[in-house]
């Protein structure tokens, strides 16, 4: 069984509710939401062996390919979400880690929304509590969305979701810029009406302009609604946030309704609890109906330390024969079976070329920032160096994204994170498939951290349309475009070497519980 690989230790569960780590459970969602088979449309052997494979491990959606849509740039995202939320009628859903605090002009485009729809529109939104908060008493996420709740009290929910891992002594002394290296609430879900956009890419101006990540927009009620579910079982397990008094423009409440104790002053009861809302939707339906449709989606979820449903997913995907695969991640620093899987997927009997792209230190979000967070660009490099030694031998290359300088004119940071996959031919087939055929979106930095600490949200997408087999390619060429091959020696030079500091730094945040 896949789950025996994995092993970390996690808080006491109920008898009636206890799950070994990372395996996955057979309670069901709802037929009416998720829908399983045992065979597909899908006519590639690779592809039917895979979701053989995969519909023993996570829930199953299937879509038609022409609901998936790919888009490309921080403003085709930014301009999508302002038309949907612009035409929304009934119901409004943001998980996100922030919104930015001068995002104005998106708060008006909900706010429009509201007043043009009345009582009939419904807006919930779910931010991180650290992050959220982090500029207080100051202008912050958390005071620009108070507003919007004094204004619409009856339409407006804002949830905020603190880790159970940052109390006590950590919480009062670790400083507010480093303090998310604890735990966040990560997921990225933008659901409007019956369609949903996953991606990596938070609220903010960056992300709507120079900050490239992946969209994906599903037009789909069945997936909408699935991570609704998972929106709303995260949300019954946060904070309320409510517009404040004169002294205060805001304050964080813990209602007495809430599906799980405070984070504060209960932490492995809030693990339980959250555990026991979000676990349930794990599991595979046992449904055996069958499918004409050609595109599947598997909904993947992580709540350290007691749900990871990518893990065993990734790990699946890269163990079947590929011709290729490309794997990204801005912050470069793979949980180490992640590494493992691609270096013996690119190293086995029958190898396939692999890529990583990664963000150079140009591009890295982090780039000249002040304080201890202006080491990171240096501890990434010391990461990608740690990876090419471990994959000596191996079909790999490592490419560094850089669109400008960070912080200069027309300079963009890079936050992309996925893996597509792509099969080779059938016996049947004399060429290449036009594309990848399955790709995984969604919020993980594939890290330990993401595995250790965050709460992740993403799918993995398996097609055999060759339409949307195109839209990948061309979402990895627009990537690639902006890359340059970089090596061991490259990575050695006096400039891009990782000094003491640097290291003592990885080392201290390590040791304290943290991590990148």
Not at 116 to 130: C, E, F, K, M, P
Not at 475 to 493: H, I
């Amino acid at each position: 069984m896949l789950t025996r690989c994995f092993r970390l230790r996690h808080p006491r569960i109920p008898a009636n509710k206890r799950a070994t780590s990372w395996r996955i459970h057979k309670q069901k969602f709802g037929s009416s939401t998720v829908s399983s088979t045992t065979h597909s449309n899908i006519e590639s052997p690779s592809l039917i062996a895979l979701t053989t494979e995969l519909d023993k491990l996570a829930p199953r959606i299937d879509v038609r390919a022409d609901q998936v849509d790919v888009l490309e740039s921080p403003t085709q995202f930014y301009e999508c979400l302002k038309q949907k939320i612009g035409k929304a009628k009934k119901r409004i859903y943001l998980s996100t880690l922030y919104i930015g605090k001068t995002e104005i002009e998106f708060i008006n485009a909900l706010r429009d929304a509201l007043l043009r729809n009345g009582s009939s529109l419904q807006v919930s939104i779910l931010t991180d509590a650290l992050r959220g908060t982090r500029e207080d008493p100051e202008t912050s996420c958390a005071s620009l969305l108070a507003s919007l709740i004094a204004e619409f009290p009856n339409q407006v929910q804002v949830h905020m979701y603190h880790t159970p891992n940052l109390i006590g002594f950590r919480k009062k002394y670790i400083p507010r810029r480093i303090n998310e290296g604890w735990g966040l609430q990560h997921m990225k879900l933008y659901g409007i009406d019956n369609e949903v956009i996953l991606s990596g890419a938070n609220l903010s101006n960056d992300y709507f302009t120079n900050r490239q990540d992946r969209y994906h927009v599903f037009s789909s009620k069945r997936v909408t609604e699935y991570f609704l579910s998972v929106h709303n079982a995260v949300c019954s397990a946060s904070f309320h946030l409510k517009p404040g008094n004169q002294k205060k423009s805001h304050q964080l409440v813990w209602p007495s309704s809430n599906s799980a104790p405070n984070p504060l002053i209960d932490p492995s009861g809030h693990t339980r609890a959250i555990t026991s809302l979000l676990l349930p939707l794990t599991s595979p339906s046992r449904s055996s109906s069958f499918t004409t449709t050609n595109t599947t989606l598997y909904p993947l979820l992580s709540h350290p330390p007691t749900i990871n449903t990518e893990l065993p997913v990734l790990r699946t995907l890269l163990s079947i024969p590929l011709s290729s695969y490309i794997f990204t991640a801005g912050y470069f620093n793979p949980h180490p079976l992640v590494t493992s899987c691609l270096i013996t997927r690119s190293s086995s009997s029958t190898p396939c070329p692999g890529t990583i792209l990664t963000a150079s230190p140009f591009a890295n979000g982090f780039y000249n920032s002040a304080g201890v967070s202006g080491l990171l660009p240096a501890a990434y490099t010391h990461l990608s160096l740690r990876f090419l030694q471990a994959a000596q031998g191996a079909r790999i290359s490592l490419r560094e994204w850089k669109r400008g300088v960070v912080g200069q004119p027309d300079g963009w940071t890079y936050h992309a994170k996925g893996l597509w996959t792509t099969f080779p031919p059938s016996s049947t087939a004399s060429l290449q498939p036009p594309g990848p055929s399955a790709t995984v979106i969604g919020s993980s930095n594939y890290t330990t951290r993401s595995y250790s600490l965050d709460l992740e949200v993403g799918a993995l997408v398996v097609t055999s349309d060759q339409g949307l087999m195109h839209k990948w390619r061309r979402e990895e060429e627009e990537l690639l475009r902006y890359t340059t091959e970089v090596n061991e020696q490259d990575l050695k030079v006096k400039e891009r070497r990782a000094g003491w500091r640097v290291k003592a730094a990885m080392w201290i945040v390590k040791a304290v519980g943290g991590a990148l």
